[in-house]
């Protein structure tokens, strides 16, 4: 119960005020609260997707509350297991915009993650990839907008149309219509949960996948093509500061989000083998269609406005990746089945 009269801080000394005053006094203080980081309520789109879900695990741990939505398009609902009764999740898509206006209700901060990604599955499609990484993100921006939300992270891969596309269209809705927005470029997330049973799998899922079941990998072109491989932990704390950073610090800004450390795929392979324990041979195939050379980013931007720090490095990441994927195959061996 409210006492009648409190003592008001200051010189001046104690004076008594009603408890409307109370009340207008507090309001700062109950806004700070119901804002602050511990009781923010979170929508990740593309929960169910291996990026989406090691956010969402963060998010629980950090006491957020977390709402999610996945079409299950290359997200998987085992990515969630445990997790049920913890996350209210929604199975819907991005393209359908009544669904995300409900699911974007009360939602103070929003983590954009759906999207299809894969450089040669864009060539097979391009306009299944353009629907859901343009018109996607745009259907989240207008929902995201017209919910009054406080800030919208939007993470994509570079050297892609439809996500370039994308990012201008983000942009846009800082420049327009001031809802504060800040893009993260995933430079080769690799780590636990990602996709490792599909023909467009990225090259560490696979491969690691495959050294532990004793299956060869495939080295397209001649190895020496490189990437700036990033953990998934760095990504996950990458959104995390991108949503609570000042946000002039930040908003309508893009951020390269990976380790600024260029690396081998032939590199990667030697590591692999040690800490797989793999001797068999590796193929070689024809380099493949739209390959990029060399990735590698430069992330200062991103550490003097984001406060983001590589915390995981390349090693120690492919470290812990094995180590889940080697879980992984002992405790459900006919489910780690490794496509092509
Ligand atoms: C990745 C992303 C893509 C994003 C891009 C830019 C994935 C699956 N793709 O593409 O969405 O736009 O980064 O950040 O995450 N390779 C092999 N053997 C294999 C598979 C791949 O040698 O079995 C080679 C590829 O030819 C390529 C390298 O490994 O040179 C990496 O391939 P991949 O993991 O598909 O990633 P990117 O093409 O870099």
């Known amino acids: 119960m409210f006492c009648k009269s409190i ?3 200051g010189p001046e000394g104690a004076r008594n005020i009603t408890r409307a005053e109370m009340i207008a006094l507090l309001r ?5 609260m119901l804002f602050s980081k511990t009781m923010a309520l979170y929508l990740v789109t593309g929960a169910a997707g291996f990026i989406g879900s090691n956010l969402v695990r963060a998010l629980l741990s950090e006491g957020q509350q977390v709402r999610g939505i996945d079409n299950f398009a290359t997200g998987k609902p085992e990515n969630l297991a445990g997790l049920e009764s913890q996350i209210d999740f929604r199975e819907s898509d991005i393209l359908d915009l009544d669904a995300l206006r409900s699911a974007m209700e009360g939602v103070d901060y929003v983590l954009h993650q759906a999207a299809l990604g894969s450089v040669p599955r864009s060539i097979a499609d391009p306009v299944r990839s353009n629907r859901a990484n343009v018109e996607g993100t745009l259907n989240v921006l207008v929902a995201a907008r017209d919910a009054k939300v406080r800030r919208l992270v939007h993470a994509i891969s570079p050297y892609s149309v439809s996500k370039l596309a994308a990012e201008l269209y983000v942009r846009t809705f800082y420049r327009v219509y001031g809802l504060p927005t800040v893009c993260l470029r995933y430079f080769n997330i690799f780590g636990p949960r990602q996709l490792w049973d599909s023909q467009y799998s990225a090259v560490l899922a696979n491969f690691i996948t495959r050294m532990l079941r004793g299956q060869t990998p495939t080295i397209f072109g001649d190895g020496e093509q490189s990437r700036d491989f990033t953990f998934v932990g760095n990504a996950v704390s990458a959104n995390l500061l991108a949503a609570t950073a000042p946000v002039d610090q930040v908003a309508g800004r893009f951020f390269n989000i990976a380790t600024g450390t260029r690396i081998s795929l032939n590199h990667t392979v030697k590591l692999l083998k040690q800490l797989t324990g793999y001797e068999g041979p590796i ?15 430069d992330i200062a931007l991103a550490e003097k406005h984001l406060g ?4 995981v490095a390349f090693e120690e990441g492919l470290r812990r990746t094995v180590e889940w994927y080697r879980n992984r195959t002992q405790s459900q061996p006919s489910s780690l089945t490794v496509a092509g």
């Open 7 to 9: 003592p008001e801080f």
């Open 283 to 297: 193929d070689h195939g024809p380099e493949r269609a739209g390959d990029v050379k060399h990735a590698l980013a």
């Open 308 to 311: 983001y720090t590589p915390a």
């Open 28 to 32: 700062p203080l109950a806004r700070r």
